[in-house]
């Protein structure tokens, strides 16, 4: 009976070895860029997006609709308002934060729609707006679909056309009414060419803001824009230089504009994943960058997941040090490291979808399902596996040394 039980254990840690492995395959290659931004085409809803109104006082929340899209079927709709005579402006949009995690090679492409903006943009600007934070410091570029050259789209920010020592305008050209426009940037350049002295790895985290806002009462035509297929990749392999170029626009003048005080909370601390880290080369490597984001953006986006993260962390840091260190001694322990984590990344990336199938119900409980069933298939992968191929393997040496044995007996006899 207890040979029996032994085997399916066997049969099962085997299995869900093979699956691990199997599903580590399917992550991105070193060469494959790497998605920052969570449902920029908005098919899951507000997921990952933050809808807010430039007016309390008049609601124009960005929302998310089946009516026009570039791509799949929902896009963002950012309406402008009216009747904003308490209000510096009426209008509304949506905003996402991400992590960067010192990366660079950094690439902005979004789709955009604008509708109802005269050809004068009389009072109405539309704009997507990245705030990069660098400790606690943010240095913004705001980039215009559609603008008002006297009036800025935030009282502390200069007017379209100039710029101030936090705030870099891009005018995007070719941008047409009533028509989906592409737009692709390299944010790598347009970030050195606007503070030189800031290095972009020295970037903590971005947070991507669309957004509609007109400043006068407008008479009976809505104006406003829809967004789809919003993305920040970065390329772990690839030189700056070979990111797409960015469109031509119009060099913007320096103007004497107050600096903005940053509003934002600073990023929490992170743990590196240092035996993963070692073993790629690279914080920025693929293989990293999903580990991470499954502990610090999935479980541990939450109060209860972010104990058992730290939970976790504590245990882990009382005996991966030594283990690291030893792996990035020698070419060979790195490569090997490599194999041996192939279900570990296969384990991530299960329990990650375990983690999305369950979100909707709940995040804690998300956390909760996520974390054990990554415990236990790495537990299978790691203890339950090895001990019972190396007892399998004993028992078959020593049976046929029985066997050899009982030969031999046989023989003198």
Not at 119 to 128: H, K, P, S, V
């Amino acid at each position: 009976m207890s040979h029996m039980f032994s085997k399916r254990i066997y049969q099962l840690s085997c299995t869900l070895l093979l699956i691990s492995i199997i599903s580590s395959l399917a992550l991105p290659s070193r060469c494959e860029t790497v998605e920052l931004v969570t449902n920029g085409g908005f098919e899951n809803g507000m997921n990952g997006w933050r809808g807010f109104s430039y007016c309390d006082k008049l609601p124009r929340e960005g929302t998310t609709t089946n009516y026009r899209a570039c791509s799949g079927v929902y896009s963002l709709y950012t309406l402008c308002g009216t009747g904003g005579e308490h209000c510096y402006g009426v209008g509304g949009g949506a905003t996402q934060e991400i992590r960067l995690n010192q990366m660079s090679n950094l690439t902005l492409r979004f789709s955009v729609y604008p509708f109802g903006v005269p050809e004068e943009n009389a009072w109405i600007n539309i704009a997507l707006i990245a705030d990069f934070w660098i400790s606690q410091s943010r240095k913004t570029i705001v980039y215009y679909v559609a603008w008002t050259e006297n009036i800025a789209i935030y009282r502390d920010y200069p007017l379209p056309t100039m710029a101030s020592e936090n705030v870099k305008n891009i005018l995007l050209s070719s941008i047409e009414c009533d028509k989906w426009s592409k737009i692709v940037r390299n944010i790598d350049l347009d970030f050195k060419q606007t503070y030189p002295n800031i290095p972009v790895s020295s970037v903590e985290r971005v947070a991507v803001t669309l957004l509609a806002v007109t400043f006068q009462r407008l008479a009976s035509v809505p104006a406003g824009a829809f967004w789809d297929d919003v993305s920040i990749t970065f390329n772990p392999s690839s030189k700056p230089e070979d990111s797409p170029k960015p469109i031509q626009t119009p060099t913007p003048t320096t103007s004497p504009t107050p600096t903005p005080e940053p509003t934002s909370t600073p990023a929490s601390k992170t743990h590196n994943c240092i035996i993963v880290t070692v073993a790629y080369g690279s914080e920025l490597a693929p293989e990293v960058y999903h580990m991470r984001q499954f502990r610090d953006d999935m479980i541990g986006s939450n109060n209860i997941g972010r104990l058992l993260v730290e939970g976790w962390n504590t245990f882990y840091y009382l005996w991966s040090p030594p283990i690291a260190r030893f792996i990035a001694a020698y070419e060979i322990s790195r490569k090997a490291s490599q194999l041996l984590l192939l279900p570990l990344q296969g384990t991530v990336r299960l329990a990650s979808y375990v983690y999305l199938i369950s979100a909707p119900f709940s995040k804690e409980f998300a956390s909760i399902v996520g974390f054990t069933f990554a415990a236990i298939l790495s537990t299978a992968s790691y203890i339950l596996a090895p001990i019972l191929m190396f007892r399998t393997l004993f028992l078959i040496i020593k049976g046929e040394l029985f066997v050899d044995d009982r030969r031999a007996v046989k023989s003198e006899g």
